[in-house]
């Protein structure tokens, strides 16, 4: 039986965390320094004098001499929390942030009213990767009443990559409300509201993150994808061709305006944007996936099979290529090669596998 199954697509939408996030930046280049002076305890003059010289020279930008000046004031007074912290501080600036953990868990333990280490230490947390610890931080930083915008913001980026939409939309709506401004904030809650099938919702936040940052290609991208869902494809085309205006060189975005163009019917269009993402990204398997399945609608069914199996060859577990290349060779007449690819598209995960197979054993 020759038939063509439901081929699969690949389209990306970037603007949360590794996209319109910064994790390196936000807080690093505002280091939450407490720069007061300190009562001089009776016995530990010689602490309090190191401290205040860490603080002074912190204060000109001279990080390494600040650095060893509170390391003297650890190393006489060991108890000394604000000097942990800053020093902490310091190693976030300079991305050392398993040290700068260590050092906040150490300035906590001893004195845990701060809500601006806890905030530190969560985004210490965030930068390697360990969310869900952090997101307890960052909340944990609220509930000690700190009400910065950007300990809600990151809570909301945490909640996000948990996929606790509704959780996110609280936290970034309350950033907003705190700075009215943060572009990042109604991106990011966009793209939750695009998680929650709110396109409408999304759409506007999107578009009022343009208006603070009008020159946004990842924000234009977003709002391409959420467009897209909606069903406004030629406004889909429009904002993934602004995101290409304002960053030449984002190969997501013309997957993405190709996968739109697919989508209308415009297979050779398609495939162009394809291939000018391949140009910028050789590795980008996706796109080679997203060719193949234009040349499947073109008829051209060796060239599709073709294009799937370079996507396979550059990611030899991705399920979609697998089950793409089995339609392929089912209209070339090798059931044999289309049921073994369908099994391994199965094995993958592809659920479409499935109705695929039954073919198979007829």
């Not at 190191?50 to 006489?76: S, V, W």
């Not at 050092?103 to 280490?117: H, Q, R």
């Amino acid at each position: 039986m020759r038939k063509i199954f439901t081929l699969l697509m690949t389209i990306l939408a970037t603007g949360v965390c590794f996209g319109q996030i910064d994790t390196t930046k936000k807080i690093t280049d505002e280091i939450k320094i407490d720069t007061s002076a300190t009562l001089v305890i009776v016995g530990n003059q010689e602490a309090e004098i190191a401290y205040n010289n860490g603080i002074k020279a912190f204060n000109q930008n001279k990080l390494t001499e600040a650095m060893n000046f509170f390391d003297d004031a650890i190393r006489i007074k060991p108890d000394f929390a604000k000097a942990y912290a800053n020093r902490a501080n310091i190693k976030l600036r300079q991305k050392r942030y398993r040290t700068a953990t260590a050092d906040f868990d150490k300035a906590l333990l001893l004195d845990n009213t701060s809500g601006n280490n806890y905030y530190s230490r969560g985004f210490a947390k965030f930068c390697l990767l360990n969310y869900d610890s952090a997101l307890v931080d960052f909340q944990a930083s609220i509930e000690h009443r700190n009400k910065d915008y950007q300990v809600y913001y990151y809570s909301g980026v945490c909640r996000f990559l948990s996929k606790d939409y509704t959780g996110a939309i609280e936290d970034y709506t309350q950033s907003i409300y705190l700075k009215n401004d943060f572009p990042n904030a109604y991106n990011d809650r966009g793209s939750a509201k695009r998680m929650s099938d709110d396109y409408v919702g999304a759409i506007a936040d999107y578009e009022q993150a343009i208006k603070l940052d009008e020159k946004n290609a990842e924000v234009y991208n977003s709002l391409g994808s959420a467009k897209r869902k909606k069903g406004d494809l030629k406004g889909a085309i429009t904002d993934y061709s602004l995101a290409i205006r304002w960053k030449s060189e984002y190969y997501i975005a013309f997957n993405n305006r190709g996968t739109t163009k697919f989508d209308l019917g415009n297979y050779k269009g398609a495939i162009e944007d394809f291939e000018k993402a391949l140009s910028i990204n050789a590795d980008y398997y996706f796109a080679w996936n997203n060719i193949g399945a234009c040349k499947m609608k073109l008829e051209d069914y060796q060239g599709a099979k073709e294009a799937f199996s370079k996507a396979i060859d550059l990611n030899e577990n991705y399920g979609a290529a697998y089950f793409n290349r089995g339609s392929a060779e089912e209209m070339l007449r090798d059931q044999k090669g289309a049921c073994t690819d369908w099994e391994k598209a199965q094995k993958l995960g592809i659920k479409n596998a499935a109705q695929a197979l039954n073919d198979c054993t007829k």
